[in-house]
């Protein structure tokens, strides 16, 4: 059987791609908490001063700060998942290039390898499932502190007024 050198790439080219998408799903949730984070804060300023910003902004003010602290125990939580389901990705990656090299110069067992590279790949993929769920958790509490908002509550009013009649240009 002749030897293919673009064996050992496609034996990679999963784990690679995987933790090129663990990496955009870090990015996001970096994004996502640091805003959080300064929401956050600012509930927490408001409520230090007892100024009654939040009770304007929201139906239930420490049901709202209760969601935002909640949203960023979640983003936390599926960036540490992310950060190991990159860690584990690359960690396949890399086994998949080193083991294609010790299967055809050092005669290593392929099965070793393959099994090395299915339970890392699978833990990596298992993390990853896990930050998503984290991830779908708290947008579903930024869902619920928009339906605490009051005017998300409400309906929007009907337009009484044509585009024209509003500029003046009534036909």
Same mark, same amino acid.
């Given at each position: 059987?002749? @030897?293919?050198? #673009?064996?050992?790439?496609?034996?990679?080219?999963?784990?690679?791609?995987?933790?090129?998408?663990?990496?955009?799903?870090?990015?996001? +949730?970096? *994004?996502? @908490?640091?805003?959080?984070?300064?929401?956050?804060?600012? #509930?927490?300023?408001?409520?230090?001063?007892?100024?009654?910003?939040?009770?304007?902004? @929201?139906?239930?003010?420490?049901?709202?700060?209760?969601?935002?602290?909640?949203?960023?125990?979640?983003?936390?939580? +599926?960036?540490?998942?992310?950060? +190991? $389901?990159?860690?584990? #990705?690359? *960690?396949?990656?890399?086994?998949?290039?080193?083991?294609?090299?010790?299967?055809?110069?050092?005669?290593?067992?392929? $099965?070793?390898?393959?099994?090395?590279?299915?339970?890392?790949?699978?833990?990596?993929?298992?993390?990853?499932?896990?930050?998503? $769920?984290?991830? #779908?958790?708290?947008?579903?509490?930024?869902?619920?502190?928009?339906?605490?908002?009051?005017?998300?509550?409400?309906?929007?009013?009907?337009? *009484?007024? *044509?585009?024209?009649?509003?500029?003046?240009?009534?036909?």
């Amino acid at each position: 059987m002749p @030897y293919d050198p #673009f064996s050992a790439l496609s034996f990679i080219t999963g784990p690679a791609i995987l933790t090129n998408a663990c990496a955009i799903l870090q990015n996001g +949730a970096t *994004t996502r @908490y640091n805003l959080a984070i300064t929401q956050w804060r600012e #509930f927490r300023a408001s409520v230090a001063a007892d100024d009654d910003r939040l009770s304007l902004l @929201y139906i239930d003010p420490e049901r709202a700060l209760s969601l935002a602290e909640r949203r960023i125990h979640m983003q936390l939580r +599926a960036l540490g998942l992310l950060n +190991a $389901g990159v860690a584990l #990705f690359a *960690t396949t990656t890399v086994c998949g290039l080193v083991g294609a090299f010790l299967v055809q110069a050092l005669s290593v067992p392929s $099965g070793a390898v393959s099994l090395v590279m299915i339970v890392a790949g699978g833990a990596a993929l298992a993390v990853m499932l896990a930050a998503l $769920g984290a991830l #779908f958790r708290e947008g579903a509490c930024s869902r619920a502190m928009v339906r605490l908002h009051p005017h998300a509550s409400e309906r929007p009013m009907q337009r *009484t007024t *044509t585009p024209q009649a509003a500029l003046g240009d009534e036909p």
